[in-house]
């Protein structure tokens, strides 16, 4: 798996040197012992009781020390923390990340746990509790976002291998993360869905794009959509969206046939120095 969620300390907004290491053999929730291959993306060796593992509680907590600069850097991109997370909704793709970084230390401070239900995202507050649900099954959990990532295109946020294998995640997914409040109980808690319930119509028919800009001037997007058309087969299209009291236009590409389509036009756009584009679905 190409995702590398950040696994560094920072101090005020310099990110610093990568801290924490991987232990030659991490434990497993039960005690048992799992290996810790090269491949970021590599699940644990043997059968793990996914259903066993207990959802995450919401609570409030104190801000992390060192995981909420104002803005910081990763392979010259930056990303500024969000001041909060109050009513944050977000649709895109969600990764998840394995036994490489069992046992490191995460952004926030705290040790990766690939058993836990946690994830990585760029911007939100650490911590942030947020409603993670897949849009092809409807299954939903919540997990705790105390670690920053994934830093790979197209990506809104990296879970834990273990809240991946809850919402039927395999590889990559098109999901809907919410932003909830310790205190106010989401749907998810009520149910993780982990039965073969027939998912959602609308879930069957998630379509995946990839945004390449956002506008709050049209002409600014058409000027975009025109610089595309002359590298980009696929439909052109600007979609705008209102927000607060203004509109935003979009610039997006699709729909793709596949995240693996996706990948290689982002790939081509980087090219053309377009580097922040985002996979998206509706």
């Known amino acids: 798996m190409n995702i590398r969620p950040l696994t560094l300390l920072f101090a005020v907004s310099v990110l610093l040197s990568a801290c924490g290491t991987v232990p030659d053999r991490a434990s497993g929730p039960r005690g048992g012992v799992i290996p810790t291959p090269d491949k970021d993306g590599a699940p644990p060796r043997g059968a793990v009781d996914i259903a066993s593992i207990p ?9 992390s020390k060192f995981g909420n600069p104002q803005v910081y850097t990763v392979a010259g991109i930056s990303y500024r923390t969000m ?3 109050e009513g944050h909704v977000e649709r895109g793709l969600a990764s998840w990340y ?11 401070g705290e040790p990766y746990d690939l058993y836990s ?11 942030t509790y947020v409603e993670v649900t897949n849009l092809k099954n409807g ?10 990532g994934p830093f790979h295109q197209g990506r809104i946020i990296d879970l834990s291998y273990a809240a991946a294998q809850k919402l039927g995640i395999n590889s990559t997914g098109p999901v809907e993360i919410r932003a909830i409040t310790p205190g106010s109980p989401p749907s998810a808690q009520m149910a993780t869905q982990l039965s073969s319930e027939p ?15 956002a506008f ?4 600014k997007a058409e000027q975009l959509r025109s610089r595309l058309q002359e590298h980009a087969s696929s439909n052109i299209q600007i979609s705008p969206s209102k927000k607060a009291q203004s ?8 729909p793709l046939a596949s995240v693996e389509e996706t990948d290689q036009m982002a790939a081509r756009l980087s090219e053309l120095g377009i580097r922040e584009s985002q996979i998206v679905s509706d």
Do not use: C, W
């Open 55 to 63: 959802d995450v509680v919401p609570r409030e907590e104190p801000r």
């Open 83 to 85: 001041a909060s997370s």
């Open 98 to 108: 394995g036994t490489k970084f069992h046992g490191r230390r995460t952004s926030s």
């Open 117 to 127: 239900m946690t994830a990585a995202h760029k911007t939100l507050p650490l911590p």
């Open 139 to 148: 299954r939903k959990l919540v997990v705790k976002v105390n670690d920053r």
């Open 199 to 213: 998912p959602p119509t609308d879930a069957r028919e998630t379509k995946l794009y990839l945004q390449v800009g």
């Open 216 to 219: 709050v001037e049209r002409g």
């Open 247 to 254: 509109t935003i236009y979009r610039v997006r590409i699709g």
